[in-house]
Antibody
C-alpha cells in the first residue's frame, strides 16, 4: 500500500526558505492518475491546501501563496518537494503531503503523510 | 474561492448517540465533497468521497449525503473511537478548500 513520509528542518528562520520533501513508497510519483499535494495546518487551526504537482510537470498553487511557493517532483528518488520562500511566523504549521486522485466522478486525498511541524522563529 | 462552513464547530455527545455535521458551500460544487476524520497529533483520514461514498474499511455507521451546496455527515451510533475532528473538503474547483472542522467530544 502507498505510504508518504515528510522530511525536512523543523525550525526555519524568518525570511528564509522552508524546504520539505515527501518520500513515496509502495507507489510511483510518475503514475499519471494522481496529483501530489501539500497541505498545512496551524496549531489549533483548519487545513489549508498549498498546491499540487503532476508527473506532467503541471502545477497549481493557492493564490495567496503562489508568489512564494514551488512544488516539484523528483521521479528518480520517487519524491516530491515543497519550497516556501520568505517565511514568517504565520507559516508555522504542521505540513502534510498527500496523494490526490482527481477522478471525474470521485476525487479524494489519500493517503496522507504523518505530518511534520515546521516552526518559523529566530 | 469556494468557502465551506461547517456546523457546529464543536459537538458534545455520548456513546450510542446519532450525530450529524453539516457542511455548506458558498457556491455549488456538485458532489465533489470529501469528509475526513482527524485524531489529535495524527493526519486526516479519508472517510467519505463524492459526498456519499464510504471509503473502503470505514464502518457503515458513517454516512454522507448532499449535493450542490448542502452536505452532511452522519454517525448513526457513536463509538468511543469516533471522538475526533471532522473536516469537509471541496474538490470541485481551484483552490481546494476545507471547512474549519467540527470537534466531536465525549459528553
Amino acid at each position: 500500500q502507498v505510504q508518504l513520509q515528510e522530511s525536512g528542518p523543523g525550525l526555519v528562520k524568518p525570511s528564509q526558505t522552508l524546504s520539505l520533501t515527501c518520500t513515496v513508497s509502495g507507489g510511483s510519483v510518475s503514475n499519471s492518475a494522481y496529483y501530489w499535494s501539500w497541505i498545512r495546518q496551524p496549531a489549533g487551526g483548519g487545513l489549508e491546501w498549498i498546491g499540487r504537482v503532476h508527473t506532467s510537470g503541471d502545477t497549481k498553487y493557492i493564490p495567496s501563496l503562489k508568489s512564494r511557493v514551488t512544488i516539484s517532483l523528483d521521479t528518480s528518488k520517487n519524491q516530491f518537494s515543497l519550497r516556501l520562500s520568505s517565511v514568517t511566523a504565520a507559516d508555522t504549521a504542521v505540513y502534510y503531503c498527500a496523494r490526490w486522485f482527481p477522478g471525474s466522478h470521485s476525487r479524494w486525498f489519500d493517503p496522507w503523510g504523518q505530518g511534520t511541524l515546521v516552526t518559523v522563529s529566530s | 474561492d469556494i468557502q465551506l462552513t461547517q456546523s457546529p464547530s464543536f459537538l458534545s455527545a455520548s456513546v450510542g448517540d446519532r450525530v450529524t455535521i453539516t457542511c455548506r458551500a458558498s457556491q455549488g460544487i456538485s458532489s465533489n465533497l470529501v469528509w475526513y476524520q482527524q485524531k489529535p497529533g495524527k493526519a486526516p483520514e479519508l472517510l467519505i468521497y463524492a459526498a456519499s461514498t464510504l471509503q473502503s474499511g470505514v464502518p457503515s455507521r458513517f454516512s454522507g449525503s448532499g449535493s450542490g451546496t448542502e452536505f452532511s455527515l452522519t454517525i448513526s451510533s457513536l463509538q468511543p473511537e469516533d471522538f475526533a475532528t471532522y473536516s469537509c473538503q471541496q474538490l470541485n474547483d481551484y483552490p481546494v478548500t476545507f471547512g474549519q472542522g467540527t470537534r466531536l467530544e465525549i459528553k
